[in-house]
């Protein structure tokens, strides 16, 4: 009880000055918190779609986040052949992976956007190619963080 008197008494003989150093201790403390939060517990989403028009780039993105590609055999935007068209029904800012195949009906190709990426996508010589569901490893984002586990070393 004596010091908390004290420091009572001491704040008051020097005006406002404590009040603003408490502030500050205060935002700091804000600050701090803040910035161990993103060390240590948040960290920013992998890309969702190719950056810069360039797999190495959005590869690189991704491992300035901490993510690296899902060793899984899902879609993922680490892999090569990705190409920007225009598709009726579809944004034009839609990338597309084509597997190609050939039927009945001579050489074709069944293509999957980026909206599949983290899906298993089964191909065939003979018939087109099909999504049968989200990757287990990475649940269906073709990234995983670098840390787990499963990442290739
Ligand atoms: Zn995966």
Redesign the pocket.
């Known amino acids: 009880m004596k010091t908390d008197c004290s420091r009572t008494n001491a704040a008051k003989s020097v005006g406002l000055k404590p009040v603003g150093a408490i502030w500050l201790i205060l935002i700091l403390g804000v600050l701090w918190t803040g910035m161990g939060g993103c060390a240590n517990k948040s960290y920013p989403d992998p890309p969702l779609t190719i950056v810069e028009n360039s797999v190495p780039k959005t590869v690189q993105v991704a491992a300035e986040g901490g993510w690296v590609p899902?060793?899984?055999?899902?879609l993922?935007l680490a892999k090569p052949g990705w190409q920007q068209r225009e598709i009726q029904g579809f944004s034009p800012e839609d990338y597309w992976m084509p597997y190609p195949y050939t039927d009945k009906g001579g050489e074709s190709w069944q293509a999957f956007s980026q909206r599949h990426i983290?899906h298993?996508i089964r191909s065939y010589p003979d018939k087109a190619a099909q999504d049968v569901g989200i990757?287990?490893?990475?649940?269906?984002?073709?990234w995983?963080r670098k840390d787990d586990p499963n990442a290739k070393k």
């Open positions: 899902c060793p899984g055999e899902c993922k983290g298993i990757c287990p490893i990475c649940k269906g984002t073709g995983v």
